[in-house]
T-cell receptor
Framework: SQKIEQNSEALNIQEGKTATLTCNYT??????LQWYRQDPGRGPVFLLL?????KEKRKERLKVTFDTTLKQSLFHITASQPADSATYLC????????????FGKGTKLSVKP | EAGVVQSPRYKIIEKKQPVAFWCNPI?????LYWYLQNLGQGPELLIR????????DSQLPKDRFSAERLKGVDSTLKIQPAELGDSAVYLC????????????FGPGTRLTVL
């Protein structure tokens, strides 16, 4: 079965630096991969989707890469701000139904001023 | 436009009691999901509906959990009887329907079973 590993439970960085979060999967390469943000007491919020034929996707200060050879996605936040502090989850489809997502445990990012 | 609405936001019950959670998805969203999220973990899918049909309930513990989505809009998730291990956040999400459509999550219901 598909497994997802996110590199660390917590990541602490200084404001203005680039945060890099890692998502590794162990089995088949999915057709796409998604990243979500979750704040305490709230549900996850969709950020970006990257497809298997896309190497990179950008949205404002966010950048996602997808390497099907390494079975890895990297999520970057440039010029990080304290407001970026949250838990970031990667998710990918599994099973016969492409509509179902399996989520990683998430990485809790803390950006210090 | 209103997002996904869930109620209640918090629920505390004693073990062996029944409990129900309600979800109102975004208008026009055909697909509805119920997830369970334990502390420090990602959401885990319990059941997925396409309109009023449960198309994937393979992860739903059917001995005590049940769900329904009458008329293909609102949905209710029930646990009867609740066990201590059911303490978690229950999230509802909805999407337009195709595989890559964004899932929009509600705030969740935090259940504590004493």
């Amino acid at each position: 079965s598909q497994k997802i590993e996110q590199n660390s439970e917590a990541l602490n960085i200084q404001e203005g630096k680039t945060a890099t979060l890692t998502c590794n999967y162990t089995n088949y390469s999915p057709a796409y991969l998604q990243w979500y943000r979750q704040d305490p007491g709230r549900g996850p919020v969709f950020l970006l989707l990257i497809r298997e034929n896309e190497k990179e996707k950008r949205k404002e200060r966010l950048k996602v890469t997808f390497d099907t050879t390494l079975k890895q996605s990297l999520f970057h936040i440039t010029a990080s701000q304290p407001a970026d502090s949250a838990t970031y989850l990667c998710a990918l489809p599994y099973g016969g139904s492409q509509g179902n997502l399996i989520f990683g445990k998430g990485t809790k990012l803390s950006v210090k001023p | 436009e209103a997002g996904v609405v869930q109620s209640p936001r918090y629920k505390i019950i004693e073990k062996k009691q029944p409990v129900a959670f309600w979800c109102n998805p975004i208008s026009g969203h055909n697909t509805l999901y119920w997830y369970l999220q334990n502390l420090g973990q990602g959401p885990e899918l319990l059941i997925r509906y396409e309109n009023e049909e449960a198309v994937d309930d393979s992860q739903l513990p059917k001995d005590r959990f049940s769900a329904e989505r009458l008329k293909g809009v609102d949905s209710t998730l029930k646990i009867q009887p609740a066990e201590l291990g059911d303490s978690a956040v229950y999230l509802c999400a909805s999407s337009l329907g195709s595989a890559t459509d964004t899932q929009y999550f509600g705030p969740g219901t935090r259940l504590t079973v004493l």
